[in-house]
């Protein structure tokens, strides 16, 4: 019996011990770097819009992309990030964009008085994000603290405006003060893969455009929310 359980013991500690050599013969990446997908959601507010205009129904975003990351000091937990994304964004809004018989595009506030079911503005942009990046991350860790602050520089390559009533659809496709290139500042931080989500889109969606009231519409979205980042 005291001769079985010796070997019982033996045995065991070859195990651990084996078990260890496994373990320390993984190579663990010194120069690691976090390339990483993202996907981010967000609520979509507005600025620099005429005083009456607010938001309704849906208004919301969704991207995604990927980002090449290079460090830049030796501990590697600063770095710049380079990458390309595509996002959808809808503005539910009481805006009314259309056009008269001359395609002169008209801008007008719709007041509580008009009844209307959908009234939105919808794009599609693709998107060249920058970052500078500080993460608490290690060549063992990879679950850490973040900070991710730069810019996107959008094109937007589709948009569409439409505005139905009961007997009545409008679709705006084309629209002569609609400015395809957007430039946003953001910024994301968290833990691990969920992070929050902020950006501003410094440049308007519309140049010298105006109600038909003389207000001016620049339309300066704002975006909160949240990005999940994937290695």
Not at 26 to 41: C, G, L, M
Request: negative net charge.
């Amino acid at each position: 019996m005291y001769k079985l359980l010796s070997f019982i013991i033996l045995l065991c500690s070859l195990s651990t011990l084996g078990q260890e050599v496994v373990n320390d013969s993984i190579p663990i990446d010194r120069d690691y770097r976090e390339d990483q997908f993202y996907i981010n959601v967000t609520y979509n507010f507005m600025r620099n819009v005429p005083n009456d205009v607010k938001l309704r129904g849906l208004s919301a975003g969704f991207a995604f992309g990927y980002i090449k990351d290079m460090p830049v000091n030796e501990r590697r937990n600063i770095a710049l990030g380079i990458g390309l994304g595509l996002s959808y964004n809808r503005y539910g809004q009481n805006l009314f964009i259309g056009e008269d018989q001359n395609d002169t595009s008209i801008f007008s506030v719709l007041d509580d008085n008009t009844s209307y079911d959908i009234n939105r503005l919808s794009t599609w942009t693709a998107e060249v994000p920058f970052e500078l990046r500080w993460r608490s991350s290690t060549a063992e860790n990879y679950k850490f603290w973040r900070v991710y602050a730069g810019v996107r520089v959008g094109y937007t390559y589709w948009y569409h405006s439409t505005f139905t009533q009961d007997d009545n659809k409008v679709s705006q496709v084309d629209i002569s003060e609609f400015e395809p290139v957007s430039i946003s500042p953001t910024i994301s931080f968290g833990f691990n893969k969920i992070n929050f989500f902020a950006s501003y889109t410094m440049t308007p969606f519309f140049k010298d455009a105006t109600t038909n009231l003389g207000e001016e519409v620049g339309f300066n979205p704002i975006k909160l929310g949240l990005i999940f980042y994937i290695l």
